[in-house]
């Protein structure tokens, strides 16, 4: 039993090793699952993992970036990705959790705003 305990910290360890925790301020909500973090001098474009809002200039677009302004401008959040130079997505963003007053907002947003898309 003692074995499989480490094999399988081991594998959770291996897991996050890639992944960066970064403490920084929303800067700009560009739509619903895209925003512009400041951490330290640099601003960074972070497209949220695994979430697909509908589009910027749609109803149900403008209603989500609305929210993401709302809940995260110019807030401090955490944010984890999966390394800021092997974790991009296909527009050179950078694929990213965020948490803000420990809410999950991807999952916030896959509960509340973004589920058929």
């Avoid at 749609?58 to 130079?85: I, P």
């Avoid at 527009?91 to 973004?114: E, G």
Wanted: net charge neutral; proline share 1%; hydrophobic share 40%.
């Amino acid at each position: 039993m003692r074995v499989i305990s480490v094999l399988l910290l081991l594998l959770c360890m291996s897991c996050v090793v890639n992944a960066d925790v970064l403490v920084g301020t929303i800067v700009h909500v560009v739509d619903g699952d895209t925003v512009d973090f400041k951490y330290e001098t640099k601003t960074i474009r972070l497209r949220l993992t695994d979430i697909q809002c509908a589009e910027a200039g749609t109803n149900d677009g403008d209603n989500v970036t609305n929210v993401m302004t709302s809940l995260l401008l110019h807030k401090t959040v955490t944010v984890v990705t999966h390394g800021l130079e092997h974790g991009k997505w296909k527009r050179k963003r950078t694929l990213a959790d965020i948490y803000y007053l420990n809410r999950d907002v991807n999952q916030y947003l896959l509960d509340n705003y973004c589920p058929h898309y």
